[in-house]
């Protein structure tokens, strides 16, 4: 299958970060993909990210940029770029520049070898204490859920456009939760690849807000209830197969 990837970058006041980020994604997206289009949701930013958002869309025929009135989250920002994809795969990859180019560029690097890429982080200890605990419990309660070993619930992924448009997730930061969990139970396949995140890659980011935390309790809580007390998810697929790639250097 062609090598064609949407490529989605939120932004919240990421004016002094997004140039490079986009950066990064451009260089390996024109050495490693077929096709690819950049999807920039400015999520009502309050400073000049919108201004360097249009800048860069000027430059390159492949970015495209969204604005949104005001701040709605990157639930949001995932919604209006998988409505807008129209390349067979997608990812998010966020304006703040907290993964490395070359965990970009591994995640690119796998597009087309699986129906489903999940990146894990090689690098946790780059998170804070508390960023680490959440997500060490976000990827242990995903591994319950799913019954599907994977090393990490809360990175980057490649999804299947077509079939990423047929679950249904919300607006919350929760949204790439209720994804994963259900393509992980139905894609056929599924390969796992490291990448490395920046130095201090929380410094501008707002999930340890406590109304992020409690919007993923509430999100995780609703799966289980629907997975192991109505049974509305339905027996679990099969197994599929899962493939570790090198990390990239």
């Known amino acids: 299958m062609k090598r064609a990837l949407s490529i989605i970058v939120p932004a919240y006041n990421e004016e002094a970060r997004l140039a490079a980020t986009v950066g990064d994604v451009l260089a390996e997206a024109a050495d490693l993909l077929d096709a690819f289009e950049v999807l920039i949701v400015n999520d009502g930013s309050g400073d000049g990210t919108g ?11 492949q970015v495209t940029v969204l604005h949104q009135p005001c701040n709605r989250g ?10 807008r994809a129209r390349h067979p795969y997608l990812t998010l990859i966020p304006g703040d520049r907290a993964f490395h180019r070359s965990g970009v560029r591994a995640l690119f690097a796998a597009v087309g070898t699986a129906e489903l890429v999940v990146s894990y982080r090689a690098n946790m200890e780059a998170r804070t204490p508390l960023r680490r605990f959440l997500s060490v419990c976000c990827t242990r309660s995903m591994r319950l859920l799913t019954g599907r070993p994977i090393r990490d619930a809360h990175s980057m992924y490649v999804f299947p456009t077509e079939r990423a448009r047929l679950i249904p997730v919300h607006d919350g930061y929760g949204y790439h939760i209720q994804a994963l969990s259900a393509l992980l139970r139905s894609c056929e396949s599924y390969v796992e690849v490291p990448v490395r995140l920046n130095p201090r890659p929380d ?3 707002g999930v ?3 109304r992020v935390i409690a919007a993923l309790v509430w999100t995780m809580g609703r799966l289980y209830l629907r997975r192991f007390l109505t049974g509305r998810n339905g027996p679990a697929a099969a197994t599929p197969p899962a493939v570790a790639l090198r990390e990239a250097a």
């Open 51 to 61: 201004a360097v958002a249009d800048r860069l869309a000027a430059r390159h025929p």
């Open 74 to 83: 990157v639930g949001a920002a995932y919604h209006e770029g998988l409505r």
């Open 203 to 205: 410094a501008s980011s």
């Open 208 to 210: 340890m807000r406590p």
